[in-house]
Nanobody, 124 residues
Framework: QVQLEESGGGLVQAGGSLRVSCAAS????????MGWFRQAPGKEREFVAA????????AYADSVKGRFTISRDNAKNTVYLQMNSLKPEDTAVYYC?????????????????WGQGTQVTVSS
C-alpha cells in the first residue's frame, strides 16, 4: 500500500508560478510511474503530467505543455509539478497518483494509488 500526500497548493495571480509536491509513504514508490491529474468544479478529472520511475520519460497534456514540468526525487520519494505562466483555467484540485505498471499512464484508471488533492487557484 502506498500513501500519497500532496502539498504546495494555494492562490496565485495569473502569470505566476507555483510548485506542488507529492510525498509517497513507501520506498517501493520509487519504482512506480507517477502522475498528476486535476479536477475543476463541474468537470471530469483530467491528466496533467506523468513521469516514469527513472525520470527518463515524461508526458504532458497539451494544455500545460511548455508551462508545467514534472520531476521526481527518488531518494526523497517525492514527485514535483512546477507550474509556470499559470492561467485562471488552471484552477483545480491537483491530485498525485502512482501507477504500478510500466510505462506512462495517461488516464486515471491506469493508476493504483491517489492522494487527497491540493487546491490551486489562479486569479485573473
Amino acid at each position: 500500500q502506498v500513501q500519497l500526500e500532496e502539498s504546495g497548493g494555494g492562490l496565485v495571480q495569473a502569470g505566476g508560478s507555483l510548485r506542488v509536491s507529492c510525498a509517497a509513504s513507501a520506498r517501493s514508490s520509487r519504482y512506480y510511474t507517477m502522475g498528476w491529474f486535476r479536477q475543476a468544479p463541474g468537470k471530469e478529472r483530467e491528466f496533467v503530467a506523468a513521469i516514469t520511475w527513472s525520470g527518463a520519460s515524461t508526458a504532458y497534456a497539451d494544455s500545460v505543455k511548455g508551462r508545467f514540468t514534472i520531476s521526481r526525487d527518488n531518494a526523497k520519494n517525492t514527485v514535483y509539478l512546477q507550474m509556470n505562466s499559470l492561467k485562471p483555467e488552471d484552477t483545480a484540485v491537483y491530485y498525485c497518483a502512482a501507477r504500478r505498471g510500466s510505462g506512462l499512464g495517461l488516464v486515471f484508471y491506469e493508476y493504483d494509488y491517489w492522494g487527497q488533492g491540493t487546491q490551486v487557484t489562479v486569479s485573473s
